[in-house]
């Protein structure tokens, strides 16, 4: 399984930033797909994810500013971050399989390389 992140970049608090995921290697939509981030220092934190059943589950922390969006078969899926904070400041990975009951660290999990965000004035 293959997960190639774009996207990223440098913005300021209160902009909008659409990061993108493509997915090879893999076939069915029932594994899912989700976004996951890292702060320097953290542990790599489940951001949202879509089920393979087209559930989606988001963060508390960024519950009404992102949204994820995810094509028919789970090859593509992008992530719209709306109304930007500092705190929102982190590596992001596209991962599959999504559960939240599953750590995106485990081995179990595929993960892409990874895009900066930076929010900042």
């Known amino acids: 399984v293959q997960l190639v992140e774009s996207g990223g970049g440098l913005v300021q608090p209160g902009e909008s930033l659409t990061l993108s995921c493509t997915v090879t290697?893999?076939?069915?939509?029932?594994?899912?797909l989700g976004w996951a981030r890292q702060v320097p220092g953290k542990d790599l934190e489940w951001v949202c994810g879509?089920?393979?059943?087209?559930?989606?589950y988001y963060a508390d922390s960024v519950q009404g500013r992102f949204t994820i969006y995810r094509d028919h078969d789970m090859k593509k899926a992008d992530l719209q971050m709306l109304m930007l904070k500092p705190e929102d400041t982190a590596v992001y990975f596209c991962?599959?399989?999504?559960?939240?009951?599953?750590?995106?660290?485990?081995?179990?999990?595929?993960r892409g390389q990874g895009t900066q965000v930076t929010v900042s004035s």
């Open positions: 290697g893999i076939t069915g939509r029932t594994y899912g």
């Open positions: 991962a599959t399989p999504f559960s939240i009951l599953i750590s995106p660290e485990a081995r179990s999990i595929s």
């Open positions: 879509v089920y393979g059943d087209g559930n989606t």
